[in-house]
């Protein structure tokens, strides 16, 4: 009976790890599909940003370009001609001078007319035979260069027949400056304006650009939209409705955006002025379009946990019936001293990490390998969205085992540790040093360090402490070369070890983070690793008794502290040496 109740006990003991297990990598990929989430919400309203940075440098530059166009018609010869046909509205010999010009300055096809026009706006000759009606766009824009005596685009307008327009406007002076004419140059919105608002460089479903500028109480939709038709200067939404990225982009804001557009639809949007206009861009995409993305790798996150709960339920099963193996030769043996069942629990765990580092990663390869045969043999047969997805299955088994590589780390800084023993730390220095020779040579690194204590350590633990912090200074470093330099104070009983380095530093307020697992300040993209170094360090020094800190300001680098009892350490000491 006490022996049912025994093995219902280790039965349960057992099931609760497996449910920790199972738990833990539950909790692990809800983060990890979190991370993600951001990372691609992230990354859209970077795509976002470009393009939109893209479409107002474009439609800035092109502005610029029809004004300096405009800018040099009115030279010497078209003022004198200009003045003689004021004069003589008839005189041939004027027109036919100034016709030459206007030809010569439409620039082919590049603009649709070339015209002149009298201060108050009636045309005295025009390239086209049949030239638009000079509208109140235009007679705006004419009494803004009269008055300013400087070329002008005007507002966007359309002709009788439907065709959209813009026109560069710029006084033709006499003599005096005082301007007698005007000259215009005149542009089709849709011959390049509005082909370079709509197109979009990457394949979308949904993305668009919108040119907005405010109407009053209204916002205007200055072109035509990808999911409604003739909405070029017609469709006109109240400023009200703050739902509308075209709204707060009209209002000054710019930057990221979430809300509705025309439609109702939600969508992220990024909204950015145009320079030295009343335009406004706003680029965005639906989000249900990020959403499908999210989902896809939602689902190759959960197969990759499902899989990972099944090999631990396996490789638990499998601890269990070795220990149960054990425990039955140990009872058989009526039971051995309580350091020996410590021993044998080491020896367990040292057994479970060892099958985690090797037949856990086993299956990761395996779903690695089979994704990137699945990705060969359907070579062709697969969309741009099944290769994306497949590369993120590829990707998120490497990231997976990357993680468990490091959790195995982090766990054997206990099971794993040596015994104690009288060590000159510079000589652990300098293995630090040559395990890290390659990342010191490629960043030109100089390292340089004061006379260093003979102190009693795990002399391996040590060095790896050595190593993560030298390797932290030059991974986060600034644009200058980094210069680190170590240092030891006697402080009574203890050791005061610092590494200080003029990187990027660190802000104080994460003064509570950075030593966690995982807890990373800084993107992947960023700085490559997992954010587990420094939690290394923090378990390693804390099992030879000491404390670890940091002191910092953002830009002026960083000091990482760590203390030793010195206990037997002694007081020998070494001499300064300088290595770079």
Same mark, same amino acid.
């Given at each position: ?156 307008? %359309?002709? =009788?027949?439907?065709?959209?327009? /813009?026109? *560069? !406007? ?6 005096? $400056? #005082? ?56 469709? %006109?939404? =109240?400023?009200?409705?703050?739902? /509308?990225? *075209? !709204? ?6 710019? $930057? #990221? ?324």
């Amino acid at each position: 009976m006490e022996k049912d109740k025994t093995l219902d006990s280790a039965v349960l003991r057992w099931v609760a790890v497996f449910c920790l297990v199972a738990f833990a990598f539950i909790i692990l990929g809800l983060l990890y599909y979190r991370y993600e989430a951001k990372h691609i919400e992230d990354d859209k309203y970077e795509d976002l940003y470009a393009i939109a940075k893209l479409k107002v440098d474009s439609i800035y530059d092109w502005r610029r370009n029809k004004l300096a166009d405009v800018r040099r018609v009115p030279g010497p010869l078209v003022r004198k001609e200009t003045a003689r046909l004021i004069q003589s509205p008839a005189n041939p010999d004027a027109r036919a001078a100034l016709q030459i010009q206007l030809n010569i300055n439409r620039k082919g096809d590049v603009y649709t007319d070339a015209l002149i026009l009298d201060t108050n706006g009636n045309i005295l000759l025009s390239e086209n035979p049949d030239p638009a009606p000079v509208g109140k766009a235009t007679k705006e824009a004419i009494g803004i260069a009269i008055k300013d005596r400087k070329e002008v685009l005007s507002d966007f307008f %359309r002709d =009788p027949k439907g065709v959209i327009y /813009l026109d *560069a !406007v710029a006084p033709i002076p006499d003599n005096t $400056g #005082k301007p007698i004419a005007i000259v215009i140059l005149r542009s089709k919105a849709a011959d390049f304006l509005y082909p370079l608002i709509q197109t979009w460089p990457t394949p979308s479903r949904t993305a668009e650009t919108l040119l907005v500028c405010r109407d009053g109480d209204s916002i205007l939709f200055l072109n035509e939209l990808r999911h409604r038709s003739n909405t070029a200067l017609t469709l %006109r939404l =109240p400023i009200t409705n703050t739902t /509308l990225p *075209a !709204v707060h982009a009209v209002l000054g804001e710019s $930057g #990221k955006f979430f809300g509705k557009d025309y439609r109702g639809t939600e969508v992220l949007a990024y909204l950015l002025p145009v320079h030295q206009s009343p335009w406004f861009v706003v680029t965005k995409v639906d989000s249900e379009e990020i959403l499908a993305e999210v989902k896809y790798r939602a689902w190759a996150i959960a197969v990759i946990i499902i899989l990972l709960i099944l090999i631990s339920a396996g490789l638990i099963k499998s601890v269990y019936r070795n220990r149960q193996e054990a425990e039955r030769k140990l009872a058989e043996e009526r039971l051995k001293e309580i350091m020996a069942e410590l021993e044998r629990s080491n020896k367990d765990l040292e057994q479970f990490a060892y099958v985690a580092s090797h037949d856990l990663q086993e299956p990761l390869r395996m779903v690695s390998s089979y994704t990137q045969l699945l990705a060969e043999r359907y070579q062709g047969q697969l969309d741009e969205k099944a290769q994306k997805f497949i590369d993120y299955a590829v990707d998120g088994a490497t990231r997976m085992q990357t993680l468990i590589n490091d959790l195995l780390a982090y766990s054997r800084v206990g099971t794993r540790g040596k015994s104690m023993e009288l060590t000159d730390t510079h000589d652990l220095l300098g293995q630090a040093m040559k395990n890290l020779i390659v990342t010191i040579e490629k960043s030109r690194a100089i390292i340089t360090n004061e006379e260093l204590p003979m102190v009693q350590v795990d002399a391996v633990q040590f060095v790896q402490v050595f190593q993560n912090l030298i390797n932290n200074a030059i991974k986060f470093r600034g644009d200058d070369i980094p210069r680190i330099h170590i240092s030891a104070r006697d402080h009574g009983q203890e050791w005061v070890f610092s590494i200080k380095d003029n990187g990027i530093g660190i802000d104080n307020k994460y003064a509570d983070r950075i030593f966690i697992i995982f807890q990373r300040l800084h993107t992947r993209q960023d700085y490559p690793g997992t954010g587990i170094g420094l939690a290394i360090c923090k378990k390693i020094v804390e099992r030879h008794n000491g404390r670890i800190w940091f002191e910092s300001e953002p830009g002026k680098g960083a000091t990482f502290f760590f203390t030793i009892p010195k206990e037997a350490s002694g007081n020998v000491h070494r001499n300064t040496a300088e290595t770079n």
